[in-house]
């Protein structure tokens, strides 16, 4: 059996998001826009509730040449590395790489 959590521990999380100047906002996604932001689901089904943080992102001082007219960033890991394989892997692939 799954222990439930203090009826508080949202407002407790979110406070401290807030504290650290994170900002609510209920349509956020994981897009860079979003960034320092967090939302709150219930998925009603479960009867489960998510604090989903959108962390604030720290452009690399040592960013790639890009076009200066775009709003991309520099990739997280090089791309055709191992890890860059991973985090962009289907679901069926990825479980087949844990294996």
């Known amino acids: 059996a799954r222990q439930k959590y ?3 521990a949202a407002r ?3 406070g401290a998001l807030r504290d650290l100047g ?3 906002d209920r349509a956020a996604s994981a897009v860079a826009a979003c ?3 967090y939302k709150l689901q219930h998925d009603t089904g479960k009867n489960l509730k998510t604090v989903v943080v ?3 992102l ?5 960013k790639q040449s890009m076009d200066s007219d775009t709003d991309e960033m520099a ?8 890890a860059h394989k991973i ?3 289907s679901l069926p692939t990825f479980e087949r790489l844990l294996t």
């Not at 990739?75 to 191992?82: I, K, M």
């Open 6 to 8: 203090d009826p508080g």
């Open 12 to 14: 407790a999380v979110t």
């Open 22 to 24: 994170f900002v609510e």
């Open 35 to 37: 960034a320092g932001t």
């Open 54 to 56: 959108f962390p604030r």
């Open 58 to 62: 720290v452009q690399s001082s040592t």
């Open 75 to 82: 990739p997280l890991v090089p791309e055709g590395c191992p």
């Open 87 to 89: 985090a962009v892997s």
